[in-house]
């Protein structure tokens, strides 16, 4: 759980227009909608506890099952990525047919061989795992993910995925709780925190650019308040007075 948990925070801290089917082409993933959304602690505290997790996965969840909704996606690179967080939610929330039909429309957008033979191999494990055992904490769990990895990479021809195969080799081997969360705390966590403390920063003037400029004659009004009025001064070009 912490795995996936933490993957998902890292996709997603996770766009001229053409009609087809209803949707709004976007040729670029540059011209997708960017979401913005508040967390309470830090992001480490988030990954490890459920409850302050769930809400942030469901605000995650309407906004990438909006952009499909609503969007024909040119790049199939972004396409593939809101259908992989969509997946990965899916399976967090024990919807494993729905993480398993996401895994598949993602693999048919792959272009690249060994990528298309490799694609979504560890959910499809994974979730043949759980149907197999009941459960996704077991023992049996953790070796059925293995049997069922191992067998999709026999069936698979070897010259053709054996680059890609060896580089994830080496990323699984090293991978655990305290990696993830070290990438959480040292790449994610520092991101987070230079946001916050460009919002602190531009704080002060947005709100002095929101303060409503008072009229003509409630400037004047507060200027006698001020003893910085003497009759006879005239009412133009006065300086912008706040309230």
């Known amino acids: 759980m912490l795995r996936f948990l933490s993957c998902l925070l890292a996709t997603f801290l996770l766009p001229g227009a053409v009609l087809a089917q ?47 909704d609503r969007y024909e996606i040119a790049d199939k690179a972004a396409t593939r990525q809101y259908l992989g967080l969509l997946g ?5 929330e024990s919807r494993y047919a729905d993480a398993a ?17 490799l694609s979504g191999h560890l959910m499809r494990a994974l979730v043949a795992a759980q149907a197999k055992t009941g459960g996704t904490t ?4 953790r070796e059925e993910v ?9 069936a698979t021809p070897y010259a053709v995925v054996s680059n890609d195969v060896m580089g994830a080799k080496s990323g699984y081997e090293t ?9 959480v705390r040292e ?4 991101v987070v925190d230079k946001a916050v403390d460009a919002v602190k920063a531009y704080h002060p003037l947005y709100r002095k650019a929101l303060d409503p400029v008072l009229k003509r004659f409630e ?25």
């Open 101 to 117: 039909k996401r895994t598949a429309e993602a693999r048919a957008l792959e272009d690249k061989p060994a990528s298309k033979l």
């Open 219 to 243: 400037r004047v009004a507060i200027l006698k308040k001020r003893g910085e009025w003497k009759d006879g001064d005239r009412v133009t070009g006065l300086r912008k007075t706040r309230a």
């Open 88 to 92: 990965t939610l899916d399976y967090l």
């Open 22 to 68: 209803g949707k709004t082409r976007i040729e670029k993933a540059a011209d997708l909608p960017r979401f913005t959304y508040q967390v309470e602690g830090s992001l480490e505290s988030i990954v490890r506890d459920e409850a302050k997790f769930r809400p942030l996965a469901a605000e995650l969840r309407r906004d990438a099952q909006s952009v499909l």
């Open 187 to 190: 790449r994610l966590q520092p």
């Open 138 to 141: 077991s023992p049996a769990f």
């Open 175 to 183: 991978l655990g709780e305290t990696r993830i969360l070290g990438g």
């Open 146 to 154: 293995g049997r069922q990895v191992a067998a999709e990479l026999k």
